[in-house]
């Protein structure tokens, strides 16, 4: 079975860090996509940032580029999502997801395209 288990969302003010972890069981992270998207009632689910663990790629949406940075430990099957200075912006609930397969671009980092997502971890940013 798989699963995606977020971990590490809090409340922290405006200008400090978090770091999510999400934790994968049931698959491994060779040829897929996998990273976070974050959601605010009201809107659309937004996708934050992704990574391929085969060769590396990454990418940000531009609202966070310079402050996040994703990474992942193979051996722990493990993505993080490092996040500094946080803006009252980010707040929001972040989802872990994943979905088969090499990296296509950007628009196939969409909520339908994943096949696999956590239950999400709220991160709350004080002004």
């Known amino acids: 079975e798989v699963q995606l288990v977020e971990s590490g969302g809090g409340l922290v003010q405006a200008g400090g860090s978090l770091r999510l972890s999400c934790a994968a069981s049931?698959?491994?992270?060779?040829?897929?996509?996998i990273g976070w998207f974050r959601q605010v009632p009201g809107k659309e689910r937004e996708g934050v940032s992704c990574?391929?663990?085969?060769?590396?790629?990454?990418y940000y949406t531009d609202s966070v580029k310079g402050r996040f940075t994703i990474s992942s430990d193979n051996a722990k099957n493990t993505v993080y999502l490092q996040m500094n200075n946080l803006k009252t912006e980010d707040t929001g609930l972040y989802y872990c997801?994943?979905?088969?397969?090499?990296?296509?671009?950007?628009?196939?980092?969409?909520?339908?395209?994943?096949?696999?997502w956590g239950k999400g971890t709220l991160v709350t940013v004080s002004s």
């Open positions: 997801a994943a979905a088969r397969g090499k990296w296509r671009g950007s628009y196939f980092f969409r909520p339908r395209f994943m096949d696999y």
């Open positions: 990574l391929t663990s085969t060769d590396g790629n990454t």
């Open positions: 049931g698959f491994t992270f060779d040829d897929y996509v």
